[in-house]
């Protein structure tokens, strides 16, 4: 496999891993990066390449502009992917990431005649169902950090320091903007197996809201509830990791 310095920039793998038989393209959530995913290289099999999507405006990417649009994200994020895709692959998102994540596989489908070996999803409303919350991208400072306080998951040192709340507000503010206008157009369904986690104490996705993803595909549909709150990659990252593991097997 020959990288490009573009590939390169869009994904990072903690490990080298020759051992490899399936890639695990990971995305993160509104405002984060690459590194929520640093410790999962260690926790996953030697088969299961753990391949983590660095969206423009965080990290080393700090300087670019990042997308508030879903279709050019997927479309940048898909160009950039292709030279990893020599072999089967899978799809996990968290939250925001898990639309991007879903878009991403139905662009893959479209253009390159692939599909995902699984797809999974992490506390994301389906697609095709309507955001319960106002958008809140366009709010002015303190209301949309008293948004991001009520979501959770942020640091609290982050949300405390005016300073590193300057740093993070536009690519927050990008974030919820791209899954704010996100329009689900009614693509057809995939046809991997499709799992969906949740947070037995997530306020924010309901069960309801979970099970809309049986919807969209035509292969196996599993939900399973995890102890934890809207961010599970932190709350129950073992247990997690250890579902998405056999989901690949």
């Known amino acids: 496999m020959t990288m490009t310095a573009a590939a390169d920039r869009w994904i990072t793998t903690f490990r080298p891993n020759s051992l490899a038989r399936l890639r695990l393209f990971c995305l993160p959530a509104a405002g984060g990066n690459a590194s929520a995913f640093q410790e999962w290289a260690n926790l996953f099999p030697d088969n299961i390449d753990v391949c983590a999507v660095q969206l423009p405006g965080r990290q080393q990417r700090a300087a670019e502009r990042p997308f508030t649009r879903m279709s050019l994200a997927v479309q940048a994020i898909e160009q950039a992917i292709r030279p ?61 950090w008293a948004e991001i306080e009520r979501l959770g998951g942020t640091p609290a040192i982050v949300t405390a320091h005016p300073e590193m709340r300057s740093v993070l507000s536009p690519v927050l503010r990008a974030d919820f903007e791209l899954a704010e206008t ?38 196996a549909f599993d939900t399973l509830m995890l102890n934890g709150g809207h961010y599970l990659i932190d709350t129950a990252r073992d247990e997690l990791v250890r579902a998405i593991a056999t989901g690949c097997a």
């Open 182 to 219: 996100y329009l689900y157009c009614g693509s057809r369904p995939l046809d991997c197996p499709l799992t969906v986690f949740g947070g037995r104490n997530d306020t924010i996705v309901s069960s309801d809201e979970l099970a809309g993803w049986r919807d969209h595909t035509t292969g």
């Open 84 to 144: 990893y895709l020599d072999l089967p692959f899978a799809i996990f998102g968290t939250c925001t990431g898990s639309l991007v994540g879903f878009e991403l596989a139905q662009r893959l489908r479209r253009t390159l005649d692939l599909q995902p070996a699984h797809f999974f999803a992490s506390c994301c409303r389906a697609p095709h169902l309507p955001d319960r919350d106002l958008p809140i991208h366009a709010l002015p400072g303190d209301e949309l």
